[in-house]
């Protein structure tokens, strides 16, 4: 049985813990408010880009570019986002889940002999996918690209991708990401990058505007080339994005499991702790009363 010291040592851990995981949920609530902000940020430059793809496809000509160039599938590469830091949950063990499936999915539709490289965003994903020897894949880290990483880094990393598909490294890319739909739900979203499908540009630019016309100069296919690139961009930019606020808010949640697991600790604890003391108090009350009938 605890005695008080042990117990009083107890409970002010307890309430140490307690304040510091009401602390982190506060600051992680905040990065997520922050990172919506972000999102909100990027729209305009997303929604110009959509406008842009849906007046071009609008035009029904033959777009020519590498980018959306399908070709039989022998090397592939999966950029998973994940966290750098932990006390985020079971955010990482789902994203790693989910990572499995996908490239099992990938080799029962391509063959069983599919090369796949996985990109690691995020230390914390960096060293499940080590340890998970049955994927059968080799997995890649760039320096400075993170779950942290700016916007130019971004841009650099989307670019160096790519190079990669267009030279023929890669015959498809992937991402896996966590996709942001609220504080208390976030989903994971497998998306194929490389080639750009055009489900993918069509169901992004929408519809355009049949009441204008527009004369395009040089000619459509050359400003679909590049505008395409711009569109991978903003997509990258967004993944990268949604992804942080998901692990923000998986913190969030867990914080707030681990505040309330305290706080019920605490309780526990004070109340052992006030009966252990009534009953020292009432063991000393009775030595006192039993050396005065003794005299």
Known sequence: ????RELKT?????????????????????KVHQNEQS??????????????????LATDENFVSPLIEEREVKRAAVVVFGSDDGLCGAYNVNILKGVAEHVDRMRDAVGSDLEVTVYAVGKKIEKGL?????LGVDVKVIEGVDSKMNGDKVNEFTHMLRNAFSSGEFDRIDVVYMRYISMGRQVLTPETLFPVSEKAIAGEAGEADENQLYIFEPDANSIFNEVLPMFVLSTMQEVTIENRSSEQAARVMAMQSANDNAKKLLEQ???EYN???????????????????ER
């Open 39 to 56: 999102l909100r940020k990027l729209q305009p430059f997303k929604d110009q880009i959509k406008s842009i793809m849906a007046h071009i």
């Open 130 to 134: 080590r340890r998970m020897t049955s």
């Open 1 to 4: 049985m605890a005695t008080l």
């Open 275 to 293: 009966k252990l003391r009534q009953a020292s108090i009432t063991t000393e009350l009775l030595d006192i009363v039993g050396g005065q009938v």
């Open 269 to 271: 604890l004070r109340l």
């Open 10 to 30: 107890r409970i002010g851990s307890v309430a140490s813990t307690e304040k510091i995981t009401g602390a982190m949920k506060m600051i992680s609530s905040a």
